[in-house]
């Protein structure tokens, strides 16, 4: 019943920014939490950061300072600002919806940091 749109992704030199946005759509019957996950060739999808309990956040260690998570329209949204990019950044991100009996996937966004 909730499909998840992320977009905002690219290609971005390092040092850059890009802001990342998720749109929510679907019946929304219950309280949920929200995030960003990210996933390298190669490598296992992490956690980016995530939004909580209402407005509590949490980011991965290696994105601290540098990306900032948000939400509104009662959470029917989602961002993610990402300042100071590294190549190291460069993945598909994806949103998630954290329900009480289920987990919602959006079909991911390509982020690139490279000159």
């Known amino acids: 019943q909730v499909t998840l749109v992320e977009s905002g992704g690219g290609l971005v030199q390092p040092g850059g920014s890009l802001r990342l946005s998720c749109a929510a759509s679907g019946i929304i019957s219950s309280a949920y939490n929200m995030g960003w996950y990210r996933q390298a060739p190669g490598k296992r999808r992490e956690l980016v950061a995530r939004i909580f309990d209402g407005s509590n956040t949490h980011y991965a260690d290696s994105v601290k300072g540098r990306f900032t998570i948000s939400s509104v329209n009662a959470k029917n949204g989602i961002y993610l600002q990402m300042n100071s990019l590294k190549p190291g950044d460069t993945a598909i991100y994806f949103c998630?919806?954290?329900?009480?009996?289920?987990?919602?996937w959006g079909q991911g966004t390509q982020v690139t940091v490279s000159s």
């Open positions: 998630n919806a954290d329900f009480p009996t289920h987990d919602y």
